[in-house]
């Protein structure tokens, strides 16, 4: 049986360096525990860096571009001409996420996947051009399977070139007009779970929007019934982002590469990945929960507890480029804060 580059084994934790933070922590001025998730999110992190005094330093974000042939069925309160546009505004530095990478002083690198409106040569764009946007999954497979190929391939290059620049973790972002009716489906048919728990208002439908959205979705599960595993899941009802999501997800934690998931497009992607390749979960940290019905269950099925609940519904790789500094500031707790002894204040007990 052949086996594919996903199912290699992924990066081992380091246990030691877990614990030297563990202990570390337990010297520290502080009483235990007093800083809550934080204080358990640190050997996390040391696991993932192999370092007992851990740093989440650089950071790379890449922002993975697609339309959905979903769109037609009018799922969407903006035309997919915007996803090609968006494009132009992340190079440009306009959008929220080129925003923020800015003041992370994070690199940040937009791949176009292929849009239904065709753009460019944009400079500092990457385009891959694996078809204007995928089919309509509501009345065929949503691409062919060596698309999917493909557009994983796209996710694990972005990947290795940001192990290949020392990065020390990774944000996935997305882009896609009708991308959160393709996350609902696939998370429906992933999780076998009704429409109306999972689809909700994506980029602002309105109650009657919403409806016509779980109906298609419905429709579309209906017509792809059968037995497939994930990955023919992600052929029948994905898109180009998401699977390349995947394939980061996948490419980082093989590389030994901290991850920092979004919202719930790419924690569906995630979903995918940890179905994929289950060693993949102790490489992901969840940046909020967002304000997507559906984000919930995906949480709950990879066992996740996000950093923020903010009500974000924007993507990009906004909320998890915004959780960032709570990340640095816990590296700093941790590695800066003197121990009870350097203090010279008497512990509990003392």
């Known amino acids: 049986m052949t086996e594919h580059w996903w199912q290699a084994p992924c990066h081992g934790l380091d246990e030691a360096a877990r614990q030297a933070a563990v202990q570390r922590d337990a010297q520290l001025t502080k009483p235990g525990g007093a800083l809550g998730r934080i204080d358990a999110l640190v050997p996390q992190l040391a696991a993932m860096r192999g370092q007992g005094r851990p740093g989440v330093d650089p950071v790379w974000i890449s922002i993975f571009a697609g339309d959905h042939g979903v769109a037609a069925e009018g799922v969407s309160a903006f035309p997919q001409s915007v996803t090609g546009q968006m494009l132009a505004n992340f190079v440009s530095g306009g959008a929220a996420i080129s925003v ?40 065929g497979p949503a691409m062919s399977m060596d698309v999917c190929l493909q557009a994983m391939q796209a996710g694990r290059d972005s990947a290795l070139r940001a192990h290949a620049e020392q990065s020390a973790l990774f944000i996935g972002g997305e882009m896609g007009i009708g991308n959160t009716t393709t996350a609902a489906a696939l998370a429906c048919a992933l999780l076998g779970c009704e429409p109306h728990r999972l689809a909700g208002p994506g ?19 209906a017509f792809h019934a059968g037995p497939h595993d994930t990955l023919g899941w992600m ?116």
Request: charged content about 15%.
């Open 203 to 221: 980029t602002g439908l309105d109650a009657q929007g919403v409806a016509h959205k779980r109906a298609v979705i419905e429709r579309a599960l």
């Open 235 to 350: 052929q029948r009802l994905g898109g180009f982002e998401l699977a390349a999501l995947t394939g980061a997800y996948l490419a980082c934690a093989q590389q030994g590469t901290s991850m920092l998931v979004d919202g719930f497009i790419c924690s569906v992607a995630a979903l995918c990945a940890v179905r994929l390749n289950p060693g993949c979960r102790d490489w992901l940290l969840f940046a909020h929960r967002s304000a997507e019905p559906g984000h919930l269950a995906v949480l709950e099925a990879l066992d996740a507890e996000p950093l923020l609940d903010l009500g974000l519904r924007l993507g990009e790789g906004s909320g998890a480029a915004l959780a960032v500094p709570l990340l640095r500031l816990a590296c700093a707790l941790h590695n800066g804060m003197a121990t009870f002894a350097e203090a010279a204040v008497a512990r509990q007990g003392e």
């Open 100 to 139: 923020l990478a800015r003041q992370l002083g994070a690199r940040l690198e937009v791949i176009d996947l292929g849009t239904a409106t065709p753009v460019g040569p944009l400079p500092g764009v990457r385009h891959l051009a694996l078809g204007t946007g995928t089919e309509n999954f509501a009345t």
